[in-house]
């Protein structure tokens, strides 16, 4: 996901509760945060909340940038549902709701001696920031086999005071090449234009790719062109045969396939109130996509009830990911019990323990059949932790190609010109302790769905021959 609103929530995640307090304890609570310096187990996030100041700062080892943008918003971010103070008042927690971790900040008296001397939009301190900041906070060095300290070494010795904006962001686009992390994004504005470095980690993104140079296009319409084969050609009309139903937008398209096997595509799992395919809020509401999606699995699992379906298949061969616990939420439709999803915690975090996070059992309707999950790796981020919550489940039999490997929520930080970094710095494990990061989750019954040269074409076929497949295991 791009930094938007959720974005600047991630950056600022900390602070007061919010100034309409209306009792005396929410407002002595307020007060009471106003009084400190809030430092973050891990994440990188120091908050200075004593009178006349209002500042977030991203430090990283020696670095400290103030970043202006999310000091600005530090009021109107978080909610009383977000924040817990603890009961000593020396510490906080703050977190999504519905969510089950949450990121501890421990008061201070005063800022970190970095934070002194913030570091200033010149050459040097916005190289020293960057390596710093992927130096504490990225959490996948090893995995992708990169040493970083020699990388900055290295790039340093091509560093003048005299570079241009684009050449820097050069510097820095190959600097982090080699981590061919789906999570990990540069973004800049430089005179207007936006530049972005970002890898292509998928089969289907390389196609993309590939395509829009040989015809001598915008990725963008490739990329438009091809998600509309896959989404309302391959599944509207040659899986459902035009007569499926859609939900959020049409994020979400669901039917029945030869009259008994239940049929659940999600493209996205979030902007689910929205009305447009691809639109995600500008003000993201946790109760209204909760509700959202319970209201939307509710009418898919009454059609499915109506058909009598004897199996389902759940089809994220393309979801980009959004809000785990909605992922959760349709998983919970199929779960008959409690069962362990994940653990997760920040790899930088000194004092945190792992979150476990669980799937729980609906008590809406629900389905406790044969369930068939289909992914590919341009199955990412939420869409991987919906995977994880599936795969808990003895009655789901995963299917596909392996899922991307980028689970961590996106860490979002501010360079002192502005520019944006993204960046993994959490650690998922599945319910057998297992790090999918970088490689993906991969399939139970592997099949051929997507390919650099056949781009969405299989897909079609690809589920066709898993309701035969099914068919088979039915009459058996």
């Known amino acids: 996901m791009r930094r938007s609103t959720k974005a600047a929530a991630c950056t600022a995640a900390a602070l007061s509760l919010l100034a309409c307090a209306s009792t005396a304890a929410d407002i002595a609570t307020r007060l009471q945060l106003q009084q400190s310096v809030w430092i973050s187990d891990g994440y990188g996030y120091v908050i200075d909340l004593r009178p006349g100041q209002q500042r977030l700062y991203h430090v990283a080892g020696k670095s400290c940038v103030l970043d202006q943008a999310a000091s600005a918003e530090l009021d109107s971010i978080l909610t ?38 913030p570091l200033q939009n010149t050459v040097e301190g916005n190289f020293q920031a960057f390596a710093d900041i992927f130096a504490a906070n990225y959490a996948f060095f090893d995995l992708y086999g990169v040493n970083w300290d020699a990388r900055v070494r290295a790039a340093r010795q091509r560093l003048s005071a005299d570079m241009t904006d684009e050449a820097l962001f050069a510097l820095f686009a190959r600097m982090i090449a080699p981590l061919q992390d789906g999570h990990l994004e540069l973004n800049a504005e430089i005179d207007g234009a936006e530049y972005s470095a970002a890898p292509k980690t998928t089969p289907l993104g390389r196609g993309v790719s590939k395509l829009a140079e040989t015809l001598g296009v915008d990725e963008d319409e490739v990329f438009v062109a091809q998600l509309e084969n896959y989404w309302v050609d391959g599944i509207g009309e040659r899986i459902l045969q035009d007569q499926g139903a859609t939900a959020a937008g049409g994020k979400i398209q669901y039917g029945v396939i030869d009259g008994n096997i239940g049929y659940l595509a999600v493209l996205m799992l979030t902007g689910l109130t929205e009305d447009e395919l691809l639109s995600t809020p500008d003000d993201f509401d946790a109760d209204r996509e909760y509700a959202a999606i319970n209201q939307i699995m509710d009418d898919v699992m009454t059609a499915f009830a109506d058909a009598n379906v004897q199996a389902v298949i759940v089809d994220a061969s393309i979801n980009f990911g959004g809000n785990d616990f909605l992922g959760r939420e349709i998983a919970a439709r199929f779960a008959d019990e409690r069962r362990l999803v994940l653990t997760k915690r920040a790899a930088d975090a000194q004092g945190a323990q792992a979150t476990p996070v669980y799937v729980q059992p609906s008590d809406r309707p629900s389905f406790y059949g044969p369930v068939y999950l289909m992914t590919t790796e341009s199955t990412v981020s939420a869409g991987e932790i919906m995977t994880l919550a599936f795969r808990a489940q003895p009655n789901v039999t995963h299917v596909g190609q392996p899922t991307q490997g980028a689970l961590s929520d996106v860490l979002y930080k501010t360079l002192p010109n502005g520019w944006e970094i993204g960046m993994s710095n959490e650690v998922y494990r599945d319910q057998n302790g297992i790090l999918w990061e970088g490689r993906g989750i991969p399939p139970e019954l592997p099949i051929n769905i997507f390919s650099e040269t056949n781009l969405v074409s299989r897909h079609p076929a690809a589920v066709r021959g898993l309701v035969a497949h099914i068919q088979r295991a039915q009459s058996n």
């Open 80 to 117: 009383s549902d977000s924040v817990q103070v603890g009961v000593s008042g020396s510490s906080f927690t703050y977190g999504i709701k519905y969510e089950p971790h949450r990121t501890t900040y421990i008061s201070q008296d005063a800022l970190p001696a970095a934070c002194a001397a």
